[in-house]
């Protein structure tokens, strides 16, 4: 018996701890990077993450600034990260290429790599930890960065055309002036809500219910409910299990927040099937 227990852990600590792997797509084939190949680059460094964003608490990570792995990008590009459960978030490149600059201090976006011999801890009131791959923001306040915008769980990057050429059933009427707020609306949905809902069938999450088909939520949640279930969805309908988290004024301001109910309201006149 303790022979068999001391084969097991010999076996145990002779398999090489599995390295996660993580594809980039720019456009120009895909690029598989591993988590052992990310470590040892010389320009990966050990940063200090005050206020992580996943674990709610200040965090350690050896991370690659995630620029230099995006060499082949555009600032116009849209990039996506996409997670293993299916979380699909957007980020335009020229947040990550250039920073934002602000007072000579700007938001950098990195690539934490999960170390297998030495996980992370597991998230709060999850199973698993943020790993392989977790994209962290050093300044995210001088970038105006939102919690969408910190990606864990990663599997892969790639590059993307503007969502309104992606999934023209997801914009606007094309004749509404540019300054209206359904245009602006469509803007702040891209920005927060596109990276777990799909609208008339269109997007790349899979997390959310569809926020057109069949039905809207402006046609069935009376205005003022639909605005606190956005703020907090726990005070509409309170579960454990529930997924969708709500946005603050620091996310989502109330002007933003009027201008994406206007444009939910508009496109319940503009459906498409599925
Ligand atoms: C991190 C993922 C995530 C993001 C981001 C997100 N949602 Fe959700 N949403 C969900 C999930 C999952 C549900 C299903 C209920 C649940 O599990 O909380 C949901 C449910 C909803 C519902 C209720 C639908 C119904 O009929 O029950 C509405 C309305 C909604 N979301 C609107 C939004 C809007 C508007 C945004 C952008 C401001 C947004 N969501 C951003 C994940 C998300």
């Known amino acids: 018996m303790l022979l068999r227990r001391l084969c097991l852990l ?15 797509d720019l456009g120009h084939g ?10 040892a680059r010389p320009d990966t460094r050990g940063i200090e993450i005050p206020q992580d964003v ?5 965090m350690r990570y050896r991370a690659v600034p995630l620029k230099a792995l995006l060499a082949g990008a555009a600032a116009g590009d849209h990039l996506q990260f996409v997670a293993s459960d299916g979380f699909a978030a957007e980020v335009p ?18 690539l934490a790599v999960e170390d297998p011999g030495q996980p992370w801890p597991a998230l709060p009131g999850k199973s698993q930890s943020a790993g392989p791959f977790y994209v962290v923001w050093t ?14 769980q990663l599997a892969s ?3 993307l055309d503007a969502v309104a050429a992606r999934f023209p059933a997801m914009a606007p009427d094309p004749k509404l002036a540019a300054a209206s707020p359904e245009r602006r609306g469509f803007e702040v949905f891209q920005r927060i ?27 069935y949640l009376r205005a003022d409910l639909l605005r606190a279930y956005v703020r907090n969805p726990q005070s509409l309908r309170h ?13 989502l301001s109330d002007a933003d927040l009027d201008a994406l109910l206007a444009y939910l309201r508009h496109m319940a006149g503009r459906k498409h099937g599925p």
């Open 10 to 24: 010999a076996l145990l600590i002779a398999l090489p701890a599995g390295a996660a792997e993580l594809k980039i």
């Open 30 to 39: 895909v690029q598989t990077l591993d988590s052992r190949q990310l470590a």
């Open 54 to 58: 996943a674990y709610h608490r200040a």
């Open 93 to 110: 490149a020229a947040l990550i290429l250039d920073g934002h600059v602000l007072d000579g201090h700007g938001a950098q976006a990195w």
């Open 139 to 152: 300044q995210p306040e001088a970038g105006g960065i939102n919690p969408e915008q910190w990606p864990y």
């Open 157 to 159: 990057i790639r590059k």
């Open 193 to 219: 809500c596109l990276a777990c809902h799909t609208l008339n069938g269109q997007g790349d999450a899979r997390l959310g219910p569809d926020l057109n088909v069949p039905y809207n939520p402006t046609e």
């Open 239 to 251: 579960w454990p299990q529930a997924k969708m988290p709500g946005f603050d004024a620091k996310v």
